[in-house]
């Protein structure tokens, strides 16, 4: 056998194991190692064919702990087999230096075949180390009582819709307390996967308390306090996560009560139960971008920041740094909080979109380390397995945004009726469309209607997530 006739059976036999051994007359040998191959390969595809929620289940300790082990398996058995498949074709019939090239470029082979395994093990384990250090095991949170009637096997108890608290936080090393300066209440229908994203302003004043709460008692006419030395204010609704965390002889001295006081206020605030929260640190979310390299978003007009308005992020249509991107949605210079929650949604919209699968495997270790850091919930670990198909859903469903500002909302004296009015439509708007395609970083294209039907349509509070972005 010629050394170019070696290589090539052992080159077969790494893709098809027993191939080499047939080759080399080790008929049994051979037709084991293809069996077995086989076999793998069937037992792999009736899992993949028969497990309901593939996806969600791949979140899961057990899965993930298997794949690391399967995969350190089948890479020691595939190195095993390469090099035994080089010893069975004889090689020593060869002149040495051909002997020399071959052992080398079968070693290489060896060590190569092993490298897809290895891949496969370290993202997995990395996967398993980030979920496991941003989800709380399931005793340590108790889950929404399920409906009436519900059927025992409905992750979602009889319920219609799921609603998490997004919230942007601006803790860092050189400040106390957590204010939570961006607000969004992401409903989602779990059939459908359309969602409807409640924004809520952080200068929202005068914030009501459900009746019968600690919070509710101490503040019967809404949440006041005396004004800052300074002239600010500390009870917004960006304060209350603060002011509850700081306050723990309101609730018999249970400490670190902030997520819940906010999420119950919320969901009081404008009628829904709201199940969890994940508060993402804002500058965090700046490292996720860089992770994922960068978000290109339209800038509609140069954005002034830094405490002496040193920084600028221009006008233009390019892809931003992490940082960048940030100020320009955080940025208050030469601004209001209003236009700043607008830019926070354009930046979440652009992210959302750019966020490809290709992206994510290329940049996986980066976004996963980022990922880690940067987000805080309360989202039982055993949740995930129904909320990763449920995110998918959402990737391409309809997503609509309601920001409850001026004119809609006076932030000042809130009209709390008429915001649970918006609401309640906004979701049921949503309810009766059908998934569409995801929002994009420019915007969406929309029906023409006719001129009879242009007197009869009313504007609504209820917007695409990109609606007003991208346009210079």
């Known amino acids: 056998m010629s050394a170019g006739a070696l290589l090539g059976w052992l080159v077969l036999g790494a893709l098809a194991p027993g191939a080499a051994h047939l080759r080399a007359g080790w008929r049994r040998t051979g037709l084991a190692l293809l069996g077995t191959y086989a076999a793998v390969l069937l037992g792999l595809l009736a899992v993949v064919l028969t497990t309901d929620n593939l996806l969600g289940a791949l979140t899961q300790d057990s899965w993930l702990t298997s794949i690391i082990v399967l995969a350190a398996v089948l890479g020691v058995a595939w190195f095993a087999l390469v090099v035994h498949s080089y010893a069975v074709l004889r090689p020593g019939r060869l002149s040495q230096n051909t002997q020399l090239l071959t052992g080398t470029l079968a070693g290489l082979l060896a060590v190569a075949v092993t490298v897809p395994f290895g891949v496969v093990a370290q993202y997995v384990w990395t996967s398993q180390q980030t979920i496991n250090g941003i989800f709380a095991e399931p005793e340590a949170t108790a889950s929404s009582p399920p409906s009436p009637g519900a059927a025992p096997d409905d992750p979602w108890g009889g319920r219609r819709r799921v609603n998490i608290l997004l919230l942007g936080g601006d803790a860092d090393d050189n400040r106390t307390g957590v204010r939570t300066d961006s607000m969004n209440l992401a409903s989602v229908d779990v059939r459908t996967g359309n969602t409807v994203l409640l924004s809520l302003p952080r ?43 700081g306050h723990p002889e309101l609730f018999d001295g249970r400490q670190h009560q902030g997520p819940k006081v906010l999420m119950d206020t919320i969901g009081y605030t404008v009628g ?201």
């Open 203 to 245: 200068n929202l004043e005068n914030v009501r308390f459900r009746p019968g709460t600690p919070m509710a008692r101490r503040f019967p006419n809404g949440f006041r306090l005396p004004r800052d030395p300074g002239g600010g204010r500390s009870d917004l609704l960006n304060s209350v996560w603060e002011y509850a965390d």
């Open 272 to 472: 829904l139960r709201v199940d969890w929260y994940a508060l993402v640190n804002m500058w965090g979310f700046a490292r996720l971008i860089d992770a994922i390299g960068g978000v290109t978003i339209t800038v509609e007009q140069d954005v002034v920041f830094g405490k002496y308005n040193e920084g600028l992020v221009k006008a233009g249509t390019r892809r931003l740094k992490g940082a960048d991107a940030m100020w320009y949605a955080r940025s208050r210079t030469f601004s209001d909080d209003y236009t700043r929650m607008r830019r926070q949604r354009c930046v979440l919209g652009a992210l959302l979109d750019q966020a490809d699968p290709a992206t994510v495997l290329s940049r996986f270790n980066r976004i996963a380390l980022a990922t880690k850091e940067l987000i805080r919930t309360d989202i039982p670990r055993d949740m995930l397995r129904e909320l990763v198909p449920l995110a998918l859903k959402v990737k391409n469903a309809k997503v609509s945004s309601v920001q409850f500002v001026p004119p809609v909302i006076n932030t000042g004296y809130p009209d709390w009726e008429k915001i649970r009015r918006i609401t309640a439509k906004a979701i049921e708007d949503a309810a009766g469309s059908r998934p569409a395609v995801a929002a994009s970083a420019g915007p969406s294209p929309r029906k023409t209607a006719k001129p009879d039907e242009r007197q009869s349509q009313k504007p609504g509070p209820a917007k695409g997530l990109t609606e007003g972005c991208g346009t210079l």
